[in-house]
């Protein structure tokens, strides 16, 4: 007869992924480690879930891993523009991909950071890639001609790597709802005062007068 599987079982199993992934990194995370954060035999483990991946998969679902792509999508523009781009800035975008930074904190750690040999490993590199790219796009924007030098890219490379990093940092760090929410606002005063100090140098400030 086969054994009967609880939801309770395999919840409290994901969260233990989960937990471990975000730790460690999935790489370095064992299906005997995870067994023990939920608190049974890997035995019984491996009855619920017969892989790694297939585990990982359920800790960090695609539905979520897609709903952070579009709202990095929506919320990039708007964080370009605050950094003296012209056009209006939406803060709404920024507040809502917050919101699910909170709600889905160790996800985002994983996917940003800790997801090497996972089906999600090039997801980090992805984030900086469309960071650059929509910063690049809305400075031509502003100003149509301005050139952009292979330093210029580097340097917003690196300034977008830290990014992918500090999120990491502050979601995993951060001991409550409150103390991220500061520490992302201390962040993201920092970097617009940054990315608007990178336009004005490339000649792609707002135009005066």
Known sequence: MPQVQKPEVRERIVAAALAAFSRNGFSATTMSEIARGAEMAVANLYR???????????????????????????????????????????????????????????????????????????????????????????????????????????VLQQIFENTRRMIATLLESCPDEAAIRRAVAAFRSYQVAGLGGFARALGAGRPRG
């Open 48 to 154: 619920y879930y017969a892989s790694k991946e297939e585990l990982f998969a359920a800790a960090v679902p695609q539905g979520t891993v897609t709903r952070f792509e579009r709202l990095l999508e929506r919320s990039v523009h708007a964080h370009a523009r605050l950094a003296g781009l012209e056009g209006p800035s939406d803060e709404s975008a920024a507040r809502e991909l917050l919101e699910f930074w909170i709600q889905e904190r160790l996800v985002v750690v994983v996917l940003l950071d800790r997801a090497q040999g996972s089906a999600h490993e090039a997801f980090g590199e992805r984030f900086v890639e469309r960071l650059v790219a929509v910063s690049l796009s809305e400075i031509r924007r502003a100003r149509p001609g301005v050139v952009i030098t292979r330093e210029a890219r580097l």
